[in-house]
């Protein structure tokens, strides 16, 4: 199986945008003791209040296994206190091909 990247893309209420970014910078970093995790990344757009939480796994089962583990419990646990008025949207795509940097920019 090829691996696959995770987007939850997260709009909130652009008065809640500066928390909401402090939330994620400040979290507890429990993703990389996950198996199969390869990478994270927060994303911003370059308007609104809108926001990608971008994940990649080795797997699709690596990632579910993920949403069941007591470690995502743990890393979501204040999300409902938090609040930040706005919706998200989960997306799956499988990675079909990859090009990377061979040398230093």
Not at 13 to 41: I, K, T
Not at 42 to 71: I, N
Request: net charge negative.
């Amino acid at each position: 199986p090829n691996m696959i990247t995770v987007m939850n893309c997260v709009t909130v209420d652009p008065d809640r945008a500066v928390d909401f970014e402090r939330a994620f910078l400040s979290r507890e970093r429990l993703l990389d003791q996950a198996p199969g995790f390869r990478r994270f990344e927060l994303l911003r757009r370059d308007k609104g209040a809108e926001y990608v939480v971008l994940t990649t796994w080795q797997s699709e089962q690596h990632f579910r296994d993920w949403v069941k583990s007591d470690l995502f419990a743990r890393a979501h646990r204040r999300d409902g206190e938090r609040g930040f008025g706005g919706h998200s949207e989960l997306r799956s795509y499988e990675i079909l091909d990859v090009e990377e940097a061979t040398a230093p920019a």
